[in-house]
């Protein structure tokens, strides 16, 4: 099946640095790809939706300027966390859609930020 | 988006038969119904999708009735490593967007 990587799996930041986190498709090619968080003990939260080439649509509540989406290629979108805060920790997952009617998704980056 | 209302919680024994209902009552003509599973710290893993009837694959089986307002994913002889949380959710094969509601925590015991 559809393969989605996430990269790194953990990261420890501290408070007001930036940290950059990769997911691609190892095996399709992407048009999309969304990013949610989740929080412990509770369900994913969609954080905005990326699209190859073009600017990602952010949800309602999601600080565009401080979650930046890349979506450079077919195989890779990019979330940067900016001046990151010990309430940005959480476990970040994105998800890829290869065109048909199902998203896999990546194993997830756990963001601690200290 | 339709929403979806699952139990929070379920139980069961290692070697029983769980069944998992979700009520979707505004499912829209175009969606899909679609299961994922997910252990702690990892990525939603796809069980199963159906649009209608029964669909069964090696893990699991999908009920939906004609009227397409509740299914139910059924995990024949669970074993202790189907502990996990699993999630309902509903959506045109085209969305692009997923909306994952609460979820349904399972937890098998022996």
């Known amino acids: 099946g559809a393969v989605v990587s996430q990269h790194p799996s953990w990261v420890i930041c501290k408070s007001g640095t930036s940290v950059k986190i990769e997911c691609r498709s190892l095996?399709?090619?992407?048009?999309?790809m969304f990013w949610y968080r989740q929080f412990p003990k509770q369900s994913l939260m969609l954080m905005a939706t990326?699209?190859?080439?073009?600017?990602?649509?952010?949800e309602q509540g999601v600080e565009k300027d401080k979650f930046l989406i890349n979506h450079a290629s077919l195989t890779l979108s990019t979330l940067t966390v900016t001046s990151a805060h010990p309430e940005d920790s959480s476990f970040y997952i994105c998800?890829?859609?290869?065109?048909?009617?199902?998203?896999?998704f990546g194993p997830g980056t756990r963001l601690t930020v200290t | 988006l339709a929403k979806t209302t699952q139990p929070i919680s379920m139980d069961s024994y290692e070697g029983q038969e769980v069944n998992i209902t979700c009520s979707h009552n505004?499912?829209?003509?175009?969606?899909?119904i679609t299961w994922y599973q997910q252990f702690p710290s990892q990525g939603p893993r796809f069980i199963i999708q159906?649009?209608?009837t029964k669909v069964t694959n090696e893990v699991a089986s999908l009920f939906i009735p004609a009227d397409r307002k509740s299914s139910t994913l059924s995990l024949p002889r669970v074993s202790l490593s189907d502990t996990a949380v699993y999630y309902c959710?509903?959506?045109?094969?085209?969305?692009?967007?997923?909306?994952f509601g609460t979820g349904t925590r399972l937890q098998v015991t022996l």
């Open positions: 998800s890829a859609r290869d065109g048909g009617t199902e998203q896999y």
């Open positions: 095996d399709f090619q992407a048009t999309t």
């Open positions: 990326s699209n190859e080439g073009s600017k990602a649509t952010y």
């Open positions: 505004n499912i829209a003509t175009n969606d899909y």
């Open positions: 159906g649009y209608k």
């Open positions: 959710l509903v959506a045109a094969g085209t969305a692009s967007k997923l909306t």
